[in-house]
């Protein structure tokens, strides 16, 4: 299955990370995009897409940073 997701802030533009573009892996259950603290805070909404369908859209959304080692 081919999938596209995609982290929107509040005007529901897309956030990407500034020196490495879009960076996202995904699993059953999770979704990890590779952003800087200060990215990841603009996110709100997390847009789904699987093809051949629309996108959805789930807005609200917290973002959870890794815990440091």
Same mark, same amino acid.
């Given at each position: 299955?081919? #999938?596209?997701? *995609? ?12 020196? *490495?573009?879009?960076? &996202? *892996? ?6 990890? +995009? ?5 990215? #990841?805070?603009?996110? &709100?909404?997390? #847009? ?9 859209? +789930? ?11």
């Amino acid at each position: 299955m081919e #999938a596209e997701f *995609q982290p929107l802030d509040a005007n529901g533009k897309l956030v990407r990370r500034a020196d *490495q573009g879009d960076m &996202t *892996q995904f699993a059953p259950g999770w979704i990890e +995009f590779y952003l800087t603290s200060a990215e #990841a805070a603009k996110v &709100t909404t997390v #847009a789904v897409r699987t093809r051949p369908f629309v996108w959805i859209r +789930f807005k609200n959304v917290s973002m959870e940073l890794p815990k440091s080692p």
